[in-house]
């Protein structure tokens, strides 16, 4: 089957409010090679693999992608987008699959969400992320008090190699970035 010039990628849609219909676009000249899902460092954890994923976009299988966890384990590394042999806009995709499960407040995404703003709001807050509040953050919006027992173990690893902060707040970084959020709000049709 002949293929598409890397040079021609179809582009990603410009509003935040991509629909699931949009991200078959992206994802429409897919010919299920399977290079994503070898390129992907996190498809060992995913319950569909990227290549499996696109083919459940293509087929509109709604339910069965936001039951899946794989676009929720997609680090945006680009390894797939790079790799693609149609040059799909991959990890663009995978971030729009990502908006459209927040927004539509899909059960299995609701941590994942969660833990997103709530990483943003620190960051928002200090120009960077403050672990200790990023986690206080996060446990108060899961409304689960057992669930910082759950990351107790990894937070005393961090904290042994140095990478957890407990330090309070000096107010250096506070409101720098306040213009880049307030852009994106606008962007989203937030503000
Ligand atoms: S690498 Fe591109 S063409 Fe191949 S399966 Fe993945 S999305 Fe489809
Ligand atoms: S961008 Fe996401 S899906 Fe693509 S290879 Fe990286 S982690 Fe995997």
Redesign the pocket.
Known sequence: MKTSPRSTPPEAPASAHTSLTDIREM?S?????????G?CPNAHAMDHT??QL?RMVLMGEQDLIFKSKTFALCSACYA?SL????G?P?TEAMAALKQAAARANVPAFRPSARFYRSFLESVRRHGRVRESEFMTLYFLAMKNPLLPLKFAPLGLKLMGKGKLHVALPTGAGRGALDAIFDKVAELEGRS
């Not at 000249?29 to 899902?37: D, L, M, P």
Request: aromatic share 4%; charged share 15%; net charge positive.
């Open positions: 994802v000249a897919c010919i299920q090679c399977g290079t994503c899902t390129s990227p290549r696109w797939c790799r693609c042999p149609r799909l991959l």
